[in-house]
């Protein structure tokens, strides 16, 4: 096993600095009522979030049940297990159930508009407490955050990683220099994480390990794709460009698309044309590659797309924001469309048992129609949310005007619901005072006991008849 989940702090109480954030957590958990809002956990990677979970679980005797938003990425099987997680008691004894969605903030890409509802639901039913961690407390979108109480876990200061590292060299054995633990500690950025796996790296094989024998290239020597454009538009050095280019973490495929996006900030026109003209030099071997399947043709395409661009750039810098490729956002835009437009169809299709083609084909004109008449009904019948209700409507503003008014209602509803499930106070009612000289009603003819006698008059029955019993 590795260092860094050999020694995943069991206690809360172990965990390195944050202990602000610490705090909060512990007291959550000892007031926690199902009234609580569930915490979200969040900060950059490796400080500790997914670890003061699992302490805090411990702590409490509390069995976790793990939810990983990028692994179950739909909401059927986040709601079948945060349902049941969420809602019934523990068979290990333990008091409680921990709910732990890991990455909450992978769950807001547009393939997952689901999934960000099976979360929201999963809150509003969970019985059991609730964690959300996340690394972007901004990735989560404005509604779960609205539910959730937020916790910031900061980068973890060198002085303080120090004496962990120290331990983890005695637990193991190993003799170390101070100044090996500090250019560790330091190169870590604040991640324990990426300390504890630099040491367990160089560590490894020896029982003494000192200054010249530390291996700090974790993650930090990866070279990002805005290192390289930048790169790319300076004076770098060909083979230092190139070089750049194989610490990449990126395929020449999307690197040539990051160039593509960033050749309209050359300010004169017939640099850019020039640059153009590499590109689709390299697009061709990239082309040339996936049709025959012969790799080292990548490497001519890199060199051609960047040594080719960078001459026509000339040195000059990038002065303009580098941005992922507009047509990534295009893409992005166009596949959340499909993805709304599917899943509207299929609501559809299945509540009017007629196959979505047929559907698309003869009646969707006539339907738009309708749902333009009567939005509000189309949406309740149909569990629209704002998106889906737009497909129809083309009218953003209205759409979500229309749906807020609906989840108003429902809110308001669950509410009298609340209240007529109360058991209802019968003292009060009982000694309501009479006026005086006012003789008591029997109790059919009660004010309230008058409903009873309209019998003839059947209630519409409203959950019965839908907008599509005509279909
Ligand atoms: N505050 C800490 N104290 C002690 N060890 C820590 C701490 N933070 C991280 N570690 C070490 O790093 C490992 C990973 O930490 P953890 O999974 O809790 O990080 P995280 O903040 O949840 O990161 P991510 O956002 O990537 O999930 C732990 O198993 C532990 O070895």
Redesign the pocket.
């Known amino acids: 096993m590795d260092?860094?989940?050999k020694?995943?702090?069991a206690h809360l109480a172990?965990?390195?600095?944050?202990k602000t954030p610490v705090m909060q957590i512990a007291e959550w958990a000892k007031t926690w009522t199902r009234k609580s809002r569930p915490l979200l956990l969040y900060?950059?990677?490796?400080?500790?979030?997914?670890?003061?979970a699992y302490a805090l679980a411990n702590d409490m005797n509390w069995e976790v049940v793990e939810l990983n938003a990028s692994d179950q990425r739909t909401a059927a099987v986040i709601e079948r297990i945060a349902g049941a997680g969420s809602v019934t008691a523990s068979l290990t004894g333990a008091t409680r159930k921990l709910i732990v969605l890991?990455?909450a903030d992978n769950l807001q890409g547009n393939a997952d508009r689901g999934g960000a509802k099976a979360i929201l639901e999963c809150i509003r039913q969970a019985q059991q407490p609730m964690i959300l961690?996340a690394?972007d407390l901004y990735g989560i979108s404005p509604e779960i955050r609205a539910r959730c109480e937020p916790v910031q876990?900061k980068a973890?200061p060198a002085r303080s990683i120090v004496p962990?590292l120290r331990y983890l060299c005695s637990a193991e054995k190993i003799s170390c220099s101070d100044a090996a633990l500090q250019s560790i500690a330091e190169s870590a950025g604040g991640d324990?994480?990426s300390a504890?796996n630099m040491l367990y790296a160089s560590a490894l094989g020896r029982d003494s390990l000192d200054d010249g024998q530390v291996h700090t290239s974790q993650k930090d020597e990866r070279v990002s794709i805005f290192s390289l454009i930048t790169a790319l538009f300076g004076k770098t050095r060909d083979d230092e460009l190139m070089r750049l280019s194989y610490d990449v973490d990126d395929t020449p495929d999307t690197i040539v698309q990051w160039v593509e996006g960033s050749v309209p900030h050359l300010a004169d026109p017939r640099s850019v044309e020039r640059a153009y003209r590499y590109l689709s030099r390299a697009d061709q071997y990239l082309g040339y590659t996936y049709r025959r399947q012969y790799h080292t043709l990548w490497r001519y395409a890199t060199a051609v797309m960047l040594l080719g661009v960078a001459d026509a750039a000339g040195g000059k810098g990038i002065h303009a924001r580098i941005m992922p490729p507009e047509r990534w956002q295009k893409m992005a835009a166009a596949k959340k469309q499909k993805t709304i437009r599917i899943a509207t169809l299929n609501k559809v299709s299945s509540t009017m048992h007629v196959p979505q083609d047929t559907l698309r084909e003869h009646y969707l004109d006539t339907l738009a129609l309708l749902v333009g008449q009567d939005p509000a009904g189309f949406a309740r019948e149909l569990s629209f949310d704002a998106d889906q209700l737009n497909f129809f409507l083309n009218d953003r503003a209205r759409a979500a005007e229309i749906i807020r008014a609906i989840v108003q209602e429902e809110k308001e509803r669950e509410k009298e619901a609340k209240k007529e499930a109360a058991p209802p106070k019968k003292e009060q009612k009982a000694e309501k005072p009479q006026k005086k000289g006012e003789l008591p009603l029997p109790e059919a003819e009660s004010p309230k006991a008058a409903p009873a006698k309209v019998k003839e008059e059947p209630a519409p029955a409203k959950t019965q008849s839908t907008l599509f019993d005509g279909f």
Not at 14 to 18: E, K, Q, S, Y
Not at 43 to 52: L, M, Q, V
């Open positions: 260092w860094a989940e020694y995943r702090p172990d965990l390195v600095g944050n900060g950059k990677p490796g400080i500790g979030k997914t670890s003061a890991d990455e961690i690394n876990f973890v962990r324990i994480r504890v």
